[in-house]
Nanobody
Framework: EVTLVESGGGSVQAGGFLRISCTGYGFTDSRYCWGWFRQAPGKEREGVATMTNFGLVTFYANSVKGRFTISLDNDKTTLWLQMNSLEPDDSAIYSC????????????????????WGQGTQVTVSS
């Protein structure tokens, strides 16, 4: 079974930056999608950025385009999210998620289509 372990997060002032990571263990399929999602209090979970296991970026939320960057380590086992120019509205619990045997190239997968989830990490941006 796939296990996702996140690290990073924390508190920062508006305009600052943070970097969070997700290391994946137990992937058995040669094809999978994974990415970052977030959920703020009282709001639905939303996709932030996703990519294939080959490193092809498949989605950025409009609200983070130009500010956030999703990337993979060279060994393709750790997923990163670099978050720059953070805004208070970016405050949320950020979670890494993955699904095997799917392609997320032809369409953006809904959060409910992701099978494996990390424990989440809190990001708080103060004004």
């Amino acid at each position: 079974e796939v296990t996702l372990v996140e690290s990073g997060g924390g508190s920062v002032q508006a305009g600052g930056f943070l970097r969070i990571s997700c290391t994946g263990y137990g992937f058995t399929d040669s094809r999978y999608c994974w990415g970052w999602f977030r959920q703020a209090p009282g709001k639905e979970r939303e996709g932030v950025a996703t990519m294939t296991n080959f490193g092809l970026v498949t989605f950025y939320a409009n609200s983070v385009k130009g500010r956030f960057t999703i990337s993979l380590d060279n060994d393709k086992t750790t997923l990163w999210l670099q978050m720059n120019s953070l805004e208070p509205d970016d405050s949320a619990i950020y979670s890494c998620a993955a699904v095997e045997g799917r392609t997320c190239v032809d369409r953006v997968l809904r959060p409910s289509e992701y099978i494996y989830w990390g424990q989440g990490t809190q990001v708080t941006v103060s004004s």
